[in-house]
Antibody, heavy 119, light 110 residues
């Protein structure tokens, strides 16, 4: 069974950094691209970026809204993807999801982890 | 990249059909056959319902169908059931390894 489990969320002060993890199981992690999303309270889904499989270079792409402040990486040996979030603002308060990408759609989602940015 | 436009709400009676539209541009919906739809129940993670405009993942009932014409994609839910009451989001590949999502539609089953 494919599972994605996010962790690392919590309360953080504005301007600080936070790293989220996405631990995968039930599939060959290295064969897939992974994406990160967020959903602010009462709002819609926002795609943040993706990291390709090593077969396709292992490189990352980002939404314009987070480019330069968020960094996505992966550790295929541990089946974990990371979202490093820097210079956090109150507007970054949201539930953060990781997803597996297949055929340019997001076929499996984690349960999400809540990040609250507040002083 | 602007969000895709969806109606805020839609409704239908039990057993009836409801169709949700998703309007983008030639740079996303109109330019690629990579439109997908997601169902999200309150407090839960989204679930993929349709990919590549018309295809259903294993386990998704055939009551759910997708289509596209020009810059507008649509999701139709036929034979509405109580458990179909949820928020629905469309998404499209937008080139240059970018994705854009819709504003979301709340479906109510009357």
């Amino acid at each position: 069974e494919v599972q994605l489990v996010e962790s690392g969320g919590g309360l953080v002060q504005p301007g600080r950094s936070l790293r989220l993890s996405c631990t995968a199981s039930g599939f060959t992690f290295g064969d897939y691209a992974l994406s990160w999303f967020r959903q602010a309270p009462g709002r819609g889904l926002e795609w943040l970026g993706l990291i390709r499989s090593k077969t396709y270079g292992g490189t990352a792409e980002y939404a314009a809204s987070v480019k330069g402040t968020f960094i996505i990486s992966r550790d295929d040996s541990r089946s974990i993807a990371y979202l490093q979030m820097n210079s956090l603002k109150t507007d970054d308060t949201a539930v953060y999801y990781c997803t597996r990408e297949d055929r340019l759609a997001f076929d499996y989602w984690g349960q999400g982890t809540l990040v609250t940015v507040s002083s | 990249q602007s969000a895709l436009t969806q109606p805020p709400s839609a409704s239908g009676s039990l057993g009836q059909s409801v169709t949700i539209s998703c309007t983008g541009t030639s740079g996303d919906v109109g330019g690629y056959n990579y439109v997908s739809w997601y169902q999200q129940h309150a407090g839960k993670a989204p679930k993929l319902m349709i990919y590549e405009v018309t295809k259903r993942p294993s386990g998704v009932p055939d009551r759910f169908s997708g289509s596209k014409s020009g810059n507008t994609a649509s999701l139709t839910v036929s034979g509405l059931q109580a458990e179909d009451e949820a928020d629905y989001y469309c998404s499209s590949f937008a080139g240059s390894n970018n994705y854009v999502f819709g504003t979301g539609t709340k479906v109510t089953v009357l």
